[in-house]
Nanobody
């Protein structure tokens, strides 16, 4: 049906930058929300940032000023630009999409498989 595929993770030194991408594909009518979450070892999954189809953004406090979420509605893709990375940003980053499969249908939540981000000190 719907797939979300993340890319762009990797190993970076403290203070460096990475840009994550998440492309949604399948039988999509619209994507109301797209977001990024992360989960570090031994910790719960936490919000990083979200963005609506109209471009309204929301960030977790610890990411404000360092991370920027954006999206290309025509490509059903969201991006996460991460600057000034810290070792504590090390985690698996997951993409989330709140998707309508038809015009009057309900919203469905989909997740990507995750991409590892490792920040070395």
């Amino acid at each position: 049906q719907v797939q979300l595929v993340e890319s762009g993770g990797g190993l970076v030194q403290s203070g460096g930058s990475l840009r994550l991408s998440c492309a949604a594909s399948g039988s999509i009518f619209s994507i109301n929300f797209m977001g990024w979450y992360r989960q570090a070892p031994g910790k719960q999954r936490e919000l990083v940032a979200t963005i609506t189809s109209g471009g309204t953004t929301n960030y977790a406090n610890s990411m404000k000023g360092r991370f920027t979420i954006s999206r290309d509605n025509a490509k059903n893709t969201t991006y996460l630009q991460m600057n000034s990375l810290k070792p504590e940003d090390t985690a698996v980053y997951y993409c989330q999409g709140i998707v309508k499969l038809r015009r009057l249908g309900r919203d469905w939540q989909y997740w990507g498989q995750g991409t590892q981000v490792t920040v070395s000190s």
